[in-house]
């Protein structure tokens, strides 16, 4: 068991730009989630998918946000536009079936300068 | 609103110093509460799960106690590793988990 990854870990990006993020679950978690947390506070819930269904999307989530997770397996985590107010980490985490532990990663931290 | 309040957001302690952190929640229909420690840079790591009120978990130093408004994070007798920022997170619905703010933990040698 490896653990939640997240690619890249770090992402420096100009105002105006389109970034993407990728986590790997757990293997055999079905669950999937993806938050973000800014300095000081807790993460905040963003979206979720079951197998490779999205589920829930936080309000959060501006159109400028989309996630996929094609065929239940990795999810990629895209941003377009990108403002100074989405500098943040992003976490990813996952949990198995009939658990409700959430496993996270360990982030990709984003600045957009 | 569903809502999570951890106090101290600080605390420092000397090595075997035990104290307690606190975490009050507001949330209709209690599904779960977690507690995770997470580390500068790094994702938060799973530590327990509570389901009800009474209910303890412990593990190494730390010990999770829930009644039916808060948890507490018991830490007896701290080691400076023991240093990280703690998050309590309750479950809304069916999956999200709604965060408190942390309390970071800093323990001297």
């Known amino acids: 068991d490896t653990g939640v990854s997240q690619d890249p870990r770090h992402k420096i990006t100009k105002r105006g730009q389109n970034v993407t993020f990728r986590c790997d679950p757990i293997?055999?978690?079905?669950?999937l989630y993806w938050y973000r947390q800014t300095l000081g506070q807790g993460p905040e819930f963003l979206t979720y998918f079951q197998n490779e269904a999205q589920l829930e999307k936080s309000r959060l989530l501006s159109d400028r946000f989309s996630a996929e997770r094609p065929k239940g397996s990795f999810s990629t985590l895209e941003i377009q536009r990108t403002e100074q107010g989405d500098s943040a980490m992003y976490l990813c985490?996952?949990?198995?079936?009939?658990?409700?532990?959430?496993?996270f990663g360990p982030g990709t931290r984003l600045t957009v300068t | 609103e569903d809502q999570v309040t951890q106090s101290p957001e600080a605390l420092r302690l000397q090595e075997g110093e035990s104290s307690s952190l606190n975490c009050s929640y507001t949330v209709s229909g209690l599904r779960g509460l977690f507690w995770y420690r997470q580390d500068p840079g790094k994702g938060p790591e799973f530590l327990f799960t509570?389901?009800?009120a009474g209910e303890e978990k412990e593990k190494e130093r730390l010990k999770a106690t829930l009644t039916k408004k808060e948890s507490f994070l018991h830490i007896t007798a701290p080691k400076p590793e023991d240093s990280a920022t703690y998050l309590c997170?309750?479950?809304?619905?069916?999956?999200?988990?709604?965060f408190g703010q942390g309390t970071r933990l800093t323990i001297n040698p």
């Open positions: 997170a309750v479950q809304v619905g069916a999956q999200k988990l709604v």
């Open positions: 293997s055999e978690h079905n669950r």
């Open positions: 509570l389901y009800s």
């Open positions: 985490a996952s949990s198995p079936r009939e658990r409700v532990e959430q496993y």
